[in-house]
């Protein structure tokens, strides 16, 4: 298993690069396959069950998550055990744009890993979102539920909701809203 999930991961990074193109039959349906992105993508498919649910649980007031992606369990007043959400997706933010809700960890398991295989999990992909105080040029954004951090070329095709930061040291290191999400 760990060499078949190597060479998926040297396949991702060189399509990621620009070395080697992308299947031309399938339309990717995520964001586009950068170096960041396909270090994700294989950062999931080597981690062990126990430690994709690690990263990927909610936790209040700190980072988490794969990428964008992260589950919970239930909560008061919700019917199913776990969700599996997308954070950049519309409300309710399900990976299977509803509420995401899963009845087994083993679903659980298997969901996070398909979201990351397909790059779901990877920074959205830039968008123009025209508010005044974007800025231009180069720009780190954050995740207000996972606190992921996302560079993007200009501050307006980052996504409208996500803070702004000049450095990606800057973004990692601002403070978690418990607010959000």
């Not at 126990?50 to 369990?73: K, N, R, S, V, W």
């Not at 298997?110 to 800025?135: E, F, H, I, N, W």
């Not at 560079?151 to 973004?171: H, I, K, Q, R, V």
Request: proline share 9%; charged share 15%.
């Amino acid at each position: 298993m760990k060499a078949a999930a190597s060479l998926c991961c040297i396949a991702v990074l060189l399509v990621a690069a620009g070395v080697i193109a992308a299947d031309g039959y399938v339309e990717h349906p995520g964001p586009a396959v950068t170096p960041d992105c396909a270090g994700l993508m294989c950062d999931c498919q080597n981690m062990s069950d126990a430690d994709l649910l690690a990263a990927a649980m909610a936790q209040p007031e700190a980072p988490f998550g794969i990428g964008t992606c992260y589950f919970h369990d239930q909560c008061p007043g919700c019917s199913c055990p776990f969700y599996v959400k997308v954070s950049y997706f519309p409300d309710p933010s399900g990976y299977d744009g509803g509420t995401g809700c899963l009845s087994k960890i083993e679903d659980v398991i298997q969901v996070l890993r398909d979201l990351c295989a397909s790059g779901t999990c990877c920074c959205p992909a830039p968008t123009p979102y025209y508010k005044s105080d974007c800025g231009t040029g180069p720009i780190w954004a954050r995740d207000p539920i996972t606190g992921s951090c996302c560079y993007y070329n200009d501050g307006c095709e980052a996504p409208g909701t996500w803070d702004l930061y000049l450095t990606e040291e800057d973004c990692t290191s601002a403070i978690i809203d418990p607010t959000h999400g």
